[in-house]
Protein backbone atom coordinates (compact mmCIF):
# COMPACT_ATOMS: atom_id res chain seq x y z
CA UNK A 1 0.00 0.00 0.00
CA UNK A 2 1.51 3.15 -1.11
CA UNK A 3 2.22 5.77 1.13
CA UNK A 4 0.58 8.93 0.58
CA UNK A 5 2.65 12.48 0.98
CA UNK A 6 2.12 14.89 3.08
CA UNK A 7 1.86 18.70 1.44
CA UNK A 8 1.35 21.00 4.48
CA UNK A 9 2.64 24.01 3.48
CA UNK A 10 0.06 26.29 4.49
CA UNK A 11 0.33 24.96 8.16
CA UNK A 12 4.30 25.45 8.05
CA UNK A 13 3.73 28.84 6.86
CA UNK A 14 0.44 29.28 10.03
CA UNK A 15 3.43 27.36 12.79
CA UNK A 16 6.40 29.91 11.60
CA UNK A 17 4.42 32.79 12.12
CA UNK A 18 3.02 31.82 15.33
CA UNK A 19 6.35 31.67 16.53
CA UNK A 20 7.08 34.68 14.85
CA UNK A 21 10.23 33.21 13.48
CA UNK A 22 11.94 34.46 10.15
CA UNK A 23 12.39 31.63 7.27
CA UNK A 24 16.27 31.25 7.97
CA UNK A 25 15.46 30.91 11.71
CA UNK A 26 12.62 28.19 11.17
CA UNK A 27 14.70 25.88 8.92
CA UNK A 28 17.98 26.34 10.75
CA UNK A 29 15.89 24.49 13.61
CA UNK A 30 14.55 22.37 11.47
CA UNK A 31 17.78 20.84 10.42
CA UNK A 32 17.15 22.03 6.20
CA UNK A 33 18.02 24.24 4.02
CA UNK A 34 16.10 27.74 3.49
CA UNK A 35 15.55 26.85 -0.43
CA UNK A 36 14.12 23.61 1.33
CA UNK A 37 11.91 25.11 3.50
CA UNK A 38 10.70 27.27 0.90
CA UNK A 39 9.65 24.88 -1.36
CA UNK A 40 7.70 22.70 1.53
CA UNK A 41 5.42 26.33 2.52
CA UNK A 42 4.65 26.25 -1.08
CA UNK A 43 4.07 22.81 -1.54
CA UNK A 44 6.60 22.20 -3.98
CA UNK A 45 7.77 19.24 -2.37
CA UNK A 46 6.03 17.42 0.49
CA UNK A 47 7.33 17.46 4.41
CA UNK A 48 9.69 14.96 4.74
CA UNK A 49 9.73 12.44 7.97
CA UNK A 50 12.66 14.30 9.35
CA UNK A 51 10.43 17.24 9.18
CA UNK A 52 7.76 15.54 11.28
CA UNK A 53 9.98 14.65 13.32
CA UNK A 54 11.67 18.13 14.35
CA UNK A 55 8.86 19.67 14.82
CA UNK A 56 7.94 17.35 17.67
CA UNK A 57 11.07 17.57 19.22
CA UNK A 58 12.13 21.04 18.64
CA UNK A 59 8.13 22.77 19.15
CA UNK A 60 6.38 20.44 20.85
CA UNK A 61 4.08 20.04 18.19
CA UNK A 62 0.99 17.35 17.79
CA UNK A 63 2.14 16.50 14.14
CA UNK A 64 -2.17 15.00 13.85
CA UNK A 65 -2.39 18.66 12.76
CA UNK A 66 -0.30 18.52 9.88
CA UNK A 67 -2.08 15.36 8.75
CA UNK A 68 -5.85 15.47 9.12
CA UNK A 69 -8.17 19.21 9.00
CA UNK A 70 -9.37 21.38 7.06
CA UNK A 71 -7.47 20.74 3.61
CA UNK A 72 -8.84 16.74 3.71
CA UNK A 73 -12.49 18.31 4.05
CA UNK A 74 -11.81 20.23 1.73
CA UNK A 75 -10.49 17.65 -0.93
CA UNK A 76 -13.23 15.63 0.02
CA UNK A 77 -16.07 18.40 -1.06
CA UNK A 78 -14.09 19.15 -3.85
CA UNK A 79 -14.43 15.88 -5.47
CA UNK A 80 -17.82 15.47 -4.81
CA UNK A 81 -18.65 18.63 -6.19
CA UNK A 82 -16.75 18.06 -9.54
CA UNK A 83 -18.57 14.95 -9.91
CA UNK A 84 -21.05 16.84 -11.06
CA UNK A 85 -21.93 16.28 -14.79
CA UNK A 86 -21.30 20.31 -15.76
CA UNK A 87 -17.74 19.69 -14.88
CA UNK A 88 -17.35 16.20 -17.36
CA UNK A 89 -14.99 17.82 -19.46
CA UNK A 90 -12.49 19.39 -17.25
CA UNK A 91 -12.21 18.05 -13.59
CA UNK A 92 -9.04 18.45 -12.40
CA UNK A 93 -7.05 15.52 -10.76
CA UNK A 94 -6.89 14.80 -7.43
CA UNK A 95 -2.87 15.86 -7.08
CA UNK A 96 -4.65 19.90 -8.01
CA UNK A 97 -7.13 19.46 -5.76
CA UNK A 98 -5.30 19.07 -2.83
CA UNK A 99 -2.63 21.66 -3.81
CA UNK A 100 -5.79 23.92 -4.10
CA UNK A 101 -6.95 23.02 -0.78
CA UNK A 102 -3.21 23.45 1.04
CA UNK A 103 -2.26 26.87 -0.90
CA UNK A 104 -6.01 27.94 -1.40
CA UNK A 105 -8.27 27.02 1.06
CA UNK A 106 -10.50 30.15 1.17
CA UNK A 107 -10.71 29.80 -3.09
CA UNK A 108 -11.96 26.20 -2.38
CA UNK A 109 -14.39 27.36 -0.21
CA UNK A 110 -15.64 29.62 -2.78
CA UNK A 111 -15.85 27.40 -5.40
CA UNK A 112 -17.71 25.04 -3.05
CA UNK A 113 -20.28 27.79 -1.99
CA UNK A 114 -20.45 28.65 -5.97
CA UNK A 115 -21.05 24.95 -6.81
CA UNK A 116 -23.82 24.86 -3.95
CA UNK A 117 -25.14 28.32 -5.35
CA UNK A 118 -25.43 26.36 -8.76
CA UNK A 119 -26.94 22.86 -7.61
CA UNK A 120 -29.88 24.79 -5.76
CA UNK A 121 -31.09 27.00 -8.90
CA UNK A 122 -30.55 23.53 -11.03
CA UNK A 123 -33.19 22.12 -8.26
CA UNK A 124 -35.53 25.12 -8.26
CA UNK A 125 -35.78 24.77 -11.94
CA UNK A 126 -35.68 21.06 -12.77
CA UNK A 127 -39.15 21.39 -9.97
CA UNK A 128 -40.64 24.55 -11.39
CA UNK A 129 -40.01 26.49 -8.16
CA UNK A 130 -40.82 30.00 -8.55
CA UNK A 131 -38.99 31.09 -5.62
CA UNK A 132 -35.84 32.50 -7.94
CA UNK A 133 -37.93 35.04 -9.25
CA UNK A 134 -39.21 35.96 -5.69
CA UNK A 135 -37.70 39.59 -4.57
CA UNK A 136 -34.78 39.36 -1.83
CA UNK A 137 -34.51 35.26 -2.83
CA UNK A 138 -30.37 34.34 -2.84
CA UNK A 139 -28.96 31.59 -3.50
CA UNK A 140 -27.32 30.83 -0.17
CA UNK A 141 -27.04 27.91 1.62
CA UNK A 142 -30.19 26.72 3.74
CA UNK A 143 -29.43 27.61 7.30
CA UNK A 144 -29.26 23.47 8.24
CA UNK A 145 -26.47 23.53 5.72
CA UNK A 146 -24.69 26.27 7.03
CA UNK A 147 -24.46 24.99 10.60
CA UNK A 148 -23.55 21.47 9.72
CA UNK A 149 -20.79 22.98 7.39
CA UNK A 150 -19.21 25.04 10.48
CA UNK A 151 -19.02 22.50 12.47
CA UNK A 152 -17.37 20.65 10.28
CA UNK A 153 -14.52 22.90 9.24
CA UNK A 154 -14.00 23.56 13.34
CA UNK A 155 -13.50 20.04 13.24
CA UNK A 156 -16.06 19.46 15.25
CA UNK A 157 -14.32 21.21 18.54
CA UNK A 158 -15.38 24.27 19.94
CA UNK A 159 -12.68 24.69 22.51
CA UNK A 160 -14.25 27.76 24.44
CA UNK A 161 -17.38 25.87 25.22
CA UNK A 162 -15.78 22.48 25.52
CA UNK A 163 -13.62 23.89 28.32
CA UNK A 164 -16.64 25.89 29.47
CA UNK A 165 -18.71 22.59 30.13
CA UNK A 166 -15.42 20.76 31.81
CA UNK A 167 -15.11 23.38 33.78
CA UNK A 168 -18.51 23.48 35.21
CA UNK A 169 -18.66 19.20 35.47
CA UNK A 170 -15.42 19.78 37.85
CA UNK A 171 -17.71 22.09 40.23
CA UNK A 172 -19.23 18.93 41.04
CA UNK A 173 -18.49 17.99 44.51
CA UNK A 174 -17.62 14.13 45.68
CA UNK A 175 -21.06 12.55 45.99
CA UNK A 176 -22.73 14.86 43.74
CA UNK A 177 -24.22 14.12 40.21
CA UNK A 178 -23.71 16.97 37.52
CA UNK A 179 -27.59 16.29 37.26
CA UNK A 180 -28.05 18.02 40.92
CA UNK A 181 -25.37 20.64 40.28
CA UNK A 182 -26.99 21.47 37.16
CA UNK A 183 -31.03 21.62 39.10
CA UNK A 184 -28.85 23.79 41.85
CA UNK A 185 -27.75 26.15 39.68
CA UNK A 186 -31.21 26.62 37.86
CA UNK A 187 -33.01 27.00 40.79
CA UNK A 188 -30.51 29.91 42.02
CA UNK A 189 -31.58 31.50 38.87
CA UNK A 190 -35.01 31.55 39.31
CA UNK A 191 -36.01 28.56 37.18
CA UNK A 192 -37.68 25.18 38.55
CA UNK A 193 -37.28 21.66 37.18
CA UNK A 194 -40.64 19.52 36.84
CA UNK A 195 -40.77 16.05 35.50
CA UNK A 196 -44.17 15.62 33.48
CA UNK A 197 -45.78 12.56 31.87
CA UNK A 198 -45.84 14.69 28.29
CA UNK A 199 -44.25 14.00 24.92
CA UNK A 200 -42.33 16.79 24.81
CA UNK A 201 -38.85 15.89 25.82
CA UNK A 202 -38.08 19.24 26.76
CA UNK A 203 -40.24 22.82 27.33
CA UNK A 204 -39.04 25.66 29.20
CA UNK A 205 -41.77 28.34 29.96
CA UNK A 206 -40.22 31.59 30.13
CA UNK A 207 -43.21 33.45 31.70
CA UNK A 208 -43.21 30.65 35.00
CA UNK A 209 -39.51 30.06 34.83
CA UNK A 210 -40.48 26.59 34.77
CA UNK A 211 -38.62 23.85 32.67
CA UNK A 212 -40.60 20.74 32.13
CA UNK A 213 -38.08 17.19 31.10
CA UNK A 214 -40.27 14.16 29.90
CA UNK A 215 -40.40 11.12 32.38
CA UNK A 216 -41.12 9.03 29.61
CA UNK A 217 -36.98 9.81 27.94
CA UNK A 218 -34.23 7.88 28.66
CA UNK A 219 -32.14 9.03 31.77
CA UNK A 220 -29.42 9.74 29.71
CA UNK A 221 -31.72 12.06 27.35
CA UNK A 222 -33.19 13.98 30.31
CA UNK A 223 -29.52 14.59 31.89
CA UNK A 224 -28.56 16.13 28.20
CA UNK A 225 -31.61 18.28 28.20
CA UNK A 226 -31.36 19.49 31.49
CA UNK A 227 -27.54 20.54 30.91
CA UNK A 228 -28.93 21.64 27.46
CA UNK A 229 -31.15 23.98 29.30
CA UNK A 230 -28.42 24.98 31.79
CA UNK A 231 -26.29 26.11 29.03
CA UNK A 232 -28.98 28.69 27.52
CA UNK A 233 -29.22 30.05 30.61
CA UNK A 234 -25.54 30.75 32.44
CA UNK A 235 -23.51 30.26 29.20
CA UNK A 236 -25.17 32.58 26.99
CA UNK A 237 -22.30 35.37 26.89
CA UNK A 238 -20.08 32.94 25.57
CA UNK A 239 -22.41 30.86 22.99
CA UNK A 240 -23.51 34.87 21.83
CA UNK A 241 -19.91 35.59 21.68
CA UNK A 242 -18.94 31.83 19.50
CA UNK A 243 -22.20 32.99 17.21
CA UNK A 244 -20.57 36.14 16.40
CA UNK A 245 -17.36 35.03 15.52
CA UNK A 246 -19.21 32.66 13.37
CA UNK A 247 -20.71 35.26 11.14
CA UNK A 248 -23.87 33.08 10.03
CA UNK A 249 -25.54 34.63 7.28
CA UNK A 250 -29.03 34.62 8.32
CA UNK A 251 -31.01 34.81 11.82
CA UNK A 252 -32.46 31.08 11.28
CA UNK A 253 -28.64 29.74 11.24
CA UNK A 254 -27.85 31.56 14.17
CA UNK A 255 -30.60 30.07 15.69
CA UNK A 256 -29.97 26.59 14.89
CA UNK A 257 -26.12 27.05 16.08
CA UNK A 258 -27.10 28.06 19.49
CA UNK A 259 -29.21 24.55 19.44
CA UNK A 260 -25.86 23.01 18.87
CA UNK A 261 -23.68 24.88 20.88
CA UNK A 262 -25.83 24.53 23.91
CA UNK A 263 -25.93 21.03 23.03
CA UNK A 264 -22.03 21.07 22.63
CA UNK A 265 -21.87 22.33 25.85
CA UNK A 266 -24.35 19.28 27.34
CA UNK A 267 -21.80 17.28 25.97
CA UNK A 268 -19.01 18.26 27.22
CA UNK A 269 -20.71 18.52 30.72
CA UNK A 270 -21.82 15.27 30.87
CA UNK A 271 -18.34 13.75 29.17
CA UNK A 272 -15.73 16.33 30.22
CA UNK A 273 -12.60 16.23 28.35
CA UNK A 274 -9.87 15.06 30.68
CA UNK A 275 -11.73 12.32 32.66
CA UNK A 276 -13.71 11.00 29.96
CA UNK A 277 -10.62 10.71 28.02
CA UNK A 278 -8.66 8.90 30.79
CA UNK A 279 -11.79 6.56 31.35
CA UNK A 280 -11.64 5.84 27.66
CA UNK A 281 -7.78 4.66 27.58
CA UNK A 282 -8.84 2.35 31.03
CA UNK A 283 -11.58 0.61 29.73
CA UNK A 284 -9.92 0.49 25.83
CA UNK A 285 -12.81 2.40 24.70
CA UNK A 286 -15.96 0.19 25.49
CA UNK A 287 -18.91 2.14 24.84
CA UNK A 288 -21.31 0.59 27.04
CA UNK A 289 -18.77 0.68 30.21
CA UNK A 290 -18.29 4.32 29.26
CA UNK A 291 -21.99 4.76 29.18
CA UNK A 292 -22.40 3.53 32.57
CA UNK A 293 -19.61 5.43 34.14
CA UNK A 294 -20.57 8.84 32.64
CA UNK A 295 -24.68 7.96 32.81
CA UNK A 296 -24.80 8.69 28.92
CA UNK A 297 -25.87 6.75 26.14
CA UNK A 298 -23.94 4.66 23.81
CA UNK A 299 -24.79 7.64 20.55
CA UNK A 300 -23.75 10.18 23.17
CA UNK A 301 -20.32 8.26 24.04
CA UNK A 302 -19.67 7.49 20.37
CA UNK A 303 -19.95 11.00 19.02
CA UNK A 304 -18.13 12.46 22.55
CA UNK A 305 -15.24 10.39 20.95
CA UNK A 306 -15.10 12.04 17.69
CA UNK A 307 -14.74 15.74 19.12
CA UNK A 308 -11.66 15.09 21.02
CA UNK A 309 -9.21 17.30 19.05
CA UNK A 310 -8.32 19.49 21.98
CA UNK A 311 -4.59 21.07 20.85
CA UNK A 312 -2.14 19.17 22.88
CA UNK A 313 -3.97 16.48 24.21
CA UNK A 314 -5.67 14.61 20.90
CA UNK A 315 -7.22 11.23 21.48
CA UNK A 316 -7.36 8.55 18.47
CA UNK A 317 -9.17 10.16 15.28
CA UNK A 318 -12.22 8.93 14.84
CA UNK A 319 -15.19 9.04 12.52
CA UNK A 320 -18.63 9.04 13.52
CA UNK A 321 -21.90 8.75 11.75
CA UNK A 322 -25.64 8.56 12.40
CA UNK A 323 -27.89 7.18 9.51
CA UNK A 324 -31.90 6.59 9.06
CA UNK A 325 -33.54 3.70 8.53
CA UNK A 326 -33.86 5.09 4.73
CA UNK A 327 -29.65 5.36 4.42
CA UNK A 328 -29.70 8.99 4.94
CA UNK A 329 -26.74 10.26 7.02
CA UNK A 330 -27.91 12.61 10.08
CA UNK A 331 -25.23 12.77 11.71
CA UNK A 332 -21.67 13.13 10.69
CA UNK A 333 -18.05 14.00 11.67
CA UNK A 334 -14.80 12.89 10.66
CA UNK A 335 -11.54 13.28 12.42
CA UNK A 336 -9.93 10.87 10.15
CA UNK A 337 -9.23 11.05 6.68
CA UNK A 338 -12.49 9.26 5.77
CA UNK A 339 -14.85 12.05 5.04
CA UNK A 340 -18.37 11.60 4.01
CA UNK A 341 -20.72 12.59 1.02
CA UNK A 342 -22.22 15.73 1.80
CA UNK A 343 -25.77 15.29 -0.02
CA UNK A 344 -27.09 11.27 -0.24
CA UNK A 345 -26.20 8.49 1.68
CA UNK A 346 -23.61 5.79 3.11
CA UNK A 347 -21.80 3.30 1.25
CA UNK A 348 -23.92 0.01 0.89
CA UNK A 349 -21.09 -2.41 2.09
CA UNK A 350 -20.98 -0.42 5.09
CA UNK A 351 -21.61 -2.36 7.92
CA UNK A 352 -23.47 0.09 9.82
CA UNK A 353 -26.47 -0.66 6.84
CA UNK A 354 -26.30 -4.10 8.66
CA UNK A 355 -26.95 -3.03 12.10
CA UNK A 356 -29.96 -2.54 12.00
CA UNK A 357 -30.87 -6.62 11.15
CA UNK A 358 -29.08 -7.52 14.82
CA UNK A 359 -30.37 -5.09 16.93
CA UNK A 360 -28.59 -4.75 20.47
CA UNK A 361 -25.13 -5.86 18.74
CA UNK A 362 -21.84 -4.73 17.90
CA UNK A 363 -21.04 -5.21 14.26
CA UNK A 364 -16.84 -5.15 13.68
CA UNK A 365 -15.74 -4.27 9.84
CA UNK A 366 -12.40 -3.94 9.25
CA UNK A 367 -12.91 -1.76 5.82
CA UNK A 368 -10.86 -0.56 3.43
CA UNK A 369 -11.52 2.95 1.13
CA UNK A 370 -10.25 3.48 -2.48
CA UNK A 371 -7.12 5.61 -1.36
CA UNK A 372 -6.02 2.42 0.57
CA UNK A 373 -7.05 3.18 4.15
CA UNK A 374 -7.76 1.02 6.19
CA UNK A 375 -10.39 1.21 8.88
CA UNK A 376 -11.99 -0.52 12.23
CA UNK A 377 -15.42 0.40 11.70
CA UNK A 378 -18.21 -0.46 14.66
CA UNK A 379 -21.93 -0.18 14.16
CA UNK A 380 -24.64 -0.40 16.62
CA UNK A 381 -28.50 -0.05 15.81
CA UNK A 382 -30.32 2.87 18.35
CA UNK A 383 -33.58 2.72 19.24
CA UNK A 384 -35.22 5.88 20.85
CA UNK A 385 -38.97 5.05 22.29
CA UNK A 386 -40.97 7.77 23.48
CA UNK A 387 -42.40 5.73 26.14
CA UNK A 388 -46.04 5.15 25.53
CA UNK A 389 -48.26 2.29 23.57
CA UNK A 390 -48.39 3.39 20.17
CA UNK A 391 -45.40 6.59 20.42
CA UNK A 392 -43.56 6.39 17.39
CA UNK A 393 -40.02 4.43 17.79
CA UNK A 394 -36.99 6.42 16.06
CA UNK A 395 -34.14 4.03 14.64
CA UNK A 396 -30.76 5.10 13.55
CA UNK A 397 -28.32 3.32 13.41
CA UNK A 398 -24.43 4.84 14.56
CA UNK A 399 -20.95 4.04 13.34
CA UNK A 400 -17.61 4.65 14.91
CA UNK A 401 -14.27 4.29 13.73
CA UNK A 402 -10.67 4.49 13.29
CA UNK A 403 -8.20 3.61 11.27
CA UNK A 404 -6.02 0.24 11.43
CA UNK A 405 -3.00 1.58 13.17
CA UNK A 406 -5.08 2.60 15.88
CA UNK A 407 -7.05 -0.47 16.30
CA UNK A 408 -4.87 -2.38 19.01
CA UNK A 409 -6.10 -0.22 21.51
CA UNK A 410 -9.93 -0.71 21.03
CA UNK A 411 -11.35 -3.86 22.82
CA UNK A 412 -13.37 -4.14 19.70
CA UNK A 413 -10.48 -5.16 17.82
CA UNK A 414 -9.47 -7.86 20.16
CA UNK A 415 -9.86 -11.62 18.53
CA UNK A 416 -9.49 -9.73 15.14
CA UNK A 417 -6.58 -10.52 12.36
CA UNK A 418 -5.77 -7.10 11.89
CA UNK A 419 -3.66 -8.25 8.74
CA UNK A 420 -6.25 -9.78 7.32
CA UNK A 421 -9.19 -9.45 4.49
CA UNK A 422 -10.20 -6.16 4.40
CA UNK A 423 -13.73 -5.08 2.72
CA UNK A 424 -13.98 -2.82 -0.03
CA UNK A 425 -16.00 0.23 0.71
CA UNK A 426 -16.53 3.85 -0.76
CA UNK A 427 -17.68 7.10 0.19
CA UNK A 428 -20.68 7.52 -2.50
CA UNK A 429 -21.79 5.93 -5.53
CA UNK A 430 -21.48 8.76 -7.72
CA UNK A 431 -17.77 9.36 -6.93
CA UNK A 432 -16.56 5.80 -5.97
CA UNK A 433 -14.14 4.42 -8.57
CA UNK A 434 -14.50 1.08 -8.07
CA UNK A 435 -15.59 -0.59 -11.59
CA UNK A 436 -16.59 -4.34 -10.04
CA UNK A 437 -19.02 -3.33 -6.81
CA UNK A 438 -22.38 -5.36 -6.67
CA UNK A 439 -24.18 -2.73 -4.68
CA UNK A 440 -23.25 -0.01 -6.91
CA UNK A 441 -26.99 1.78 -7.10
CA UNK A 442 -25.67 4.84 -10.10
CA UNK A 443 -22.67 5.10 -12.07
CA UNK A 444 -19.61 7.36 -11.32
CA UNK A 445 -20.39 10.60 -12.61
CA UNK A 446 -16.64 11.28 -13.47
CA UNK A 447 -16.22 8.13 -15.62
CA UNK A 448 -17.02 7.26 -19.23
CA UNK A 449 -19.80 4.13 -19.17
CA UNK A 450 -19.73 1.78 -22.31
CA UNK A 451 -22.95 -0.01 -22.84
CA UNK A 452 -22.96 -3.47 -25.16
CA UNK A 453 -26.05 -5.00 -25.60
CA UNK A 454 -24.98 -8.06 -26.07
CA UNK A 455 -23.26 -8.50 -22.93
CA UNK A 456 -24.73 -8.63 -18.95
CA UNK A 457 -22.43 -9.09 -15.73
CA UNK A 458 -22.79 -7.60 -12.52
CA UNK A 459 -23.97 -3.87 -13.54
CA UNK A 460 -25.99 -2.89 -17.19
CA UNK A 461 -22.67 -0.95 -18.19
CA UNK A 462 -19.04 -1.08 -17.61
CA UNK A 463 -16.97 1.68 -16.51
CA UNK A 464 -14.39 3.16 -19.14
CA UNK A 465 -11.22 4.46 -18.36
Given at each position: ??????YAGVKLREIRGRLALTQKVFADKLGVSLPYLNQMENNNRPVSAGVVLALAQEFGLD????????????????????????????????????????????????????????????????????????????????????????????????????????????????????????????????????????????????????????????????????????????????????????????????????????????????????????????????????????????????????????????????????????????????????????????????????????????????????????????????????????????????????????????????????????????????????????QRSVPPLERRLKVDPDRRGLLPYEIAD
Amino acid sequence: MATQKLYAGVKLREIRGRLALTQKVFADKLGVSLPYLNQMENNNRPVSAGVVLALAQEFGLDVTELTVGESERLVSDMREALADPVFTATAPGLADLRLAASNAPAFARAFLDLHRAYRQSHERLASLDEALGREGTSLKPSPWEEVRDFFHYCDNYIDSVDRAGEAFASQASAGKDVVILAEELLKNHGVSVQYSDNSEIRHYDPRLRRLHLSARAHSPTRRFQLLHQLALMTQNGLLEATLDLARFSTPEARDIAKIGLANYFAGAALLPYRAFQEAAKETRYDLERLADLFGASIEQVAHRLSTMQRPGAKGIPFFFVRVDQAGTITKRHSATRLQFARFGGACPLWNVHAAFETPGKFLRQLAETPDGVRYLCLARDISKPAGAYLAPVRRYAICLGCEVQHAHELVYADGLDLKGRFEPIGISCRICERRDCHQRSVPPLERRLKVDPDRRGLLPYEIAD
